[in-house]
Nanobody, 114 residues
Framework: QVQLVESGGGTVQPGESRKLSCWAS????????MYWYRRAPGKEREWVAT????????VYHASVKGRFIISRDNAKNTVYLQMDNLRADDTAVYYC???????WGQGTQVTVSS
């Protein structure tokens, strides 16, 4: 049974940082590329970042490049999203996803507000 458990969300002020975690189980984590997505209020879910399986290379959406860092720890079956210099438009529910698996976790809410 596939599980993706996101955690680390909360409410922060603009300019602050937050680190999200996503623990995966029920499938072989190492060979799968992993993604972070987010859904802002009233908007469609959008892709945020990718960390590939083979070389852990990364790709970012233009809106978060330079502020967010995606990483993975295969020994812990976990993917992370370090978010720095947060802005109000980063407010969203954040989800992780494994490549080639049509499964979503519950997500974790990040609210950026002064």
């Amino acid at each position: 049974q596939v599980q993706l458990v996101e955690s680390g969300g909360g409410t922060v002020q603009p300019g602050e940082s937050r680190k999200l975690s996503c623990w995966a189980s029920g499938f072989s984590f190492g060979p799968h590329g992993m993604y972070w997505y987010r859904r802002a209020p009233g908007k469609e879910r959008e892709w945020v970042a990718t960390v590939r399986s083979m070389d852990s290379s990364v790709v970012y959406h233009a809106s978060v490049k330079g502020r967010f860092i995606i990483s993975r720890d295969n020994a812990k079956n976990t993917v992370y999203l370090q978010m720095d210099n947060l802005r109000a438009d980063d407010t969203a529910v954040y989800y992780c996803k494994a490549r080639d698996l049509d499964f979503w976790g519950q997500g974790t809410q990040v609210t950026v507000s002064s």
